[in-house]
């Protein structure tokens, strides 16, 4: 073929350290858009971003000129670094050295956008944890409880 052509919708999920509630209202939506901004510069345009206090939660198409770990280390590292600049009591961010990246189909794109939008909602009555746990088992990731989280 002539042309590569490409739609992998990915839902990428990030934690802080120790799963610590720092993405508080004053920060959260900046912090959003500025994750945004940084998928945009790497041609892997956001489709929705959210979360709640401990964790962010990234539906975006993947560029076909990017690995998966070199998006999330771009992600990562960047909204890190940011993040300490908005206030002293951000200087101890930082997020969970691993990561979750699950695929979409497209039929399933408007159902995850609403699960995303819905997660302050949704966290009334889930951790975090468990929230994580059901997404490995929904794609059938063998996992170790014990290097799952730092």
């Known amino acids: 073929m002539p042309q590569s052509l490409s739609k992998v919708y ?9 799963r610590k509630n ?4 004053k920060i959260e939506s900046d912090l959003y858009n500025y994750i945004g901004g940084i998928c945009k510069d790497l041609e892997c345009n956001p489709v929705q971003i959210g979360g709640y206090k401990n ?3 990234i539906l975006c198409l993947l560029s076909r000129k990017i690995t998966q770990m070199k998006l999330l ?5 960047g ?8 206030d002293d009591r951000y200087a101890n961010f930082y997020w969970q050295d691993g990561y979750g990246i699950f695929s979409v189909s497209p039929k399933g794109v408007n159902s995850v956008i609403d699960y995303i939008q819905n ?3 949704h966290h009334h009555n889930m951790s975090f944890k468990d929230e994580y746990r059901k997404f490995l088992v929904k794609y059938g990731v063998d996992f170790d409880e014990r290097y799952v989280w730092d």
Do not use: C, F, G, P
């Open 10 to 18: 990915t839902h990428i999920i990030i934690s802080t350290k120790h």
């Open 22 to 25: 720092l993405i508080d209202d």
């Open 55 to 57: 964790h962010v939660h």
């Open 73 to 77: 280390q771009e992600i990562k590292q």
């Open 79 to 86: 909204s890190s670094k940011w993040i300490k600049t908005m």
């Open 119 to 121: 997660q302050h909602e």
